[in-house]
């Protein structure tokens, strides 16, 4: 989609954000004469004051990743509209079933079909979703000439998947608000990051704009590093794994893995520390997943 700019175009993005996708603005864009600047997504006037004369697009995740901040959709669309920008949502946390952001007025939409979507954590994916014409021929144009296309194998996977969207999604929300409130009073626990819990801040503009809060949810342990790979290696139904929106719990360490990438004070500086443990809560049962992370808390 990236593809759609030119040279000496400006992006700005939000500051909370997957890794690869810094590394893929800063590392491999950059080069090619487009230049890149975060918005605080904690404050809704950064966006605005981050904005260029040659800005063409705003990116943004809602919720993010890895600290589940809420972004007003709606509120950048109107930016980029007056700015003559394109807004581009990264839905993959959310997807279709708990957020609708074209109806919000973004005018690009874009899955990792890897995660929710396909749902079982067999393929490698992605799509872009737009509803307009002009912009749909000019990705469209440069998927044929770049090259960059799904094999027919799994695109089949993705459409199998997406016949069970609602009935995963219902269950992944259930298991991760049990899991949020059930972490949000443990004493090992500094901080849980769940949209679904009344006290994030995000909660009422999620409320707003999605119709649910997703699978995800992120926690700071206390006692940092040590805390973390104690927690990671008694976990026995949580798999450690990169990658999320599969139907079985999996358990990340940003730092290392999504992150990994970022140096040390860029990580500081996004709230990404060494307690932050990202998890994408399966579908399996409740008191199994919630054994689990007690077991895991010691
Ligand atoms: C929010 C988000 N968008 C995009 C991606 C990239 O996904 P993929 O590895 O399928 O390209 C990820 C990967 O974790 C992600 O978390």
Redesign the pocket.
Known sequence: MVHLLRKGDHIVAGDD??G??CRLFEKVFAKWGLAVSYADVDDPASFAKSMRPNTRLIWV?TP??PLLKIVDIRRLAALAKRSGALLAV?N??ATPFFQRPLELGADLV??????YLAGHSDL???AVVCDRKRVYERLKFHQNAAGAVPGPWDSWLVLRGIKTLAVRMRQHEDNALCAALYLRWHPKVSRVYYPGLPDHVGSSLARKQMTGFGGMLSLELKGGRRAAERFFSRLKVFCLA???GGVESLACYPALM?HGSLSKEERLKRGIGEGLVRLSVGIEDREDLLEDLAGALG
Do not use: A
């Open positions: 954000l997957y690869g996708t995740e993010t990743n990264d993959t946390f874009v899955h990792s079909t890897t995660k490698i994916g992605g990169e990658s999320l999504t």
